[in-house]
């Protein structure tokens, strides 16, 4: 089991804003970072640390955290944005690096 | 720009070792970076294997820890995954990445290579 829970699947209609979640007690003392993944290609980041995007990531998405929770938002969501979105962190002892779930973003 | 490169068999006996390579291209190894190998069953979410620092620190996920050895050849600009007493839960693409020393995110992936566990 996963200690970074997402939920598994969300809906956007095209343009429109959306966040994806992830919680976990270690997001309290850690920053997450975030991952597109598209059908047979491997995982790229989008967003990492406090709110930063690789060069290349269109500035619509962007990232934040609260608590236990660290969310990727995609503002004006777009049709290759569809795709699963992992996030990343330290487990609760810090010496481990741990994966949420995946959602599974559907735009429409 | 640094590129990764995986490398090993693609079909493994059960009870047998798991064994790969990822070739670092474009920059060394010993760039104060930890290596990081990551896994993906058919249809199923991204786990963390194990990390290598180039000074040959290593971390591994608590529930593959006993069965996990991670390497680096320094002379090769390559590290290595071992994973021992394979099962068919094993089969996976298994992916190496860079966790950057600036960024704390993976931001570089090799493409993944399958390996299937089966007799």
Not at chain 1, 7 to 29: E, F, K, M, Y
Not at chain 1, 59 to 74: E, K, M, P, Q, V
Request: charged share 15%.
């Amino acid at each position: 089991s996963s200690e970074l829970t997402q939920d598994p699947a969300v809906s956007v209609a095209l343009g429109q804003t959306v966040r994806i979640t992830c919680q976990g007690d270690s997001l309290r003392s850690y920053y997450a970072s975030w991952y597109q993944q598209k059908p047979g290609q491997a995982p790229v980041v989008v967003t990492y640390g406090k709110n930063n995007r690789p060069s290349g990531i269109p500035d619509r998405f962007s990232g934040s955290s609260s608590g236990n929770t660290a969310s990727l938002t995609i503002t004006g969501a777009q049709a290759e944005d569809e795709a699963d979105y992992y996030c990343n962190s330290r487990d609760s002892s810090g010496n481990h690096r741990v994966f949420g779930g995946g959602t599974k973003l559907t735009v429409l | 720009q640094v590129q990764l490169q995986e490398s090993g068999p693609g079909l493994v006996k059960p009870s047998g070792t798991l064994s790969l390579t990822c070739a670092v291209f474009g920059g060394s190894i010993s760039s104060s970076n930890w290596w990081s190998w990551v896994r993906q069953p058919p249809g199923k979410g991204l786990e963390w294997i194990g990390e290598i620092y180039d000074s040959g620190s290593t971390n591994y996920n608590p529930s593959l820890k006993s069965r996990v050895t991670i390497s680096v050849d320094k002379s090769k600009n390559q590290f290595s995954l071992k994973l021992g007493s394979v099962t068919a839960a094993d089969t996976a693409v298994y992916y190496c990445a860079r966790l950057g020393g600036s960024t704390g995110a993976f931001d570089i992936w090799g493409q993944g290579t399958m390996v299937t566990v089966s007799s």
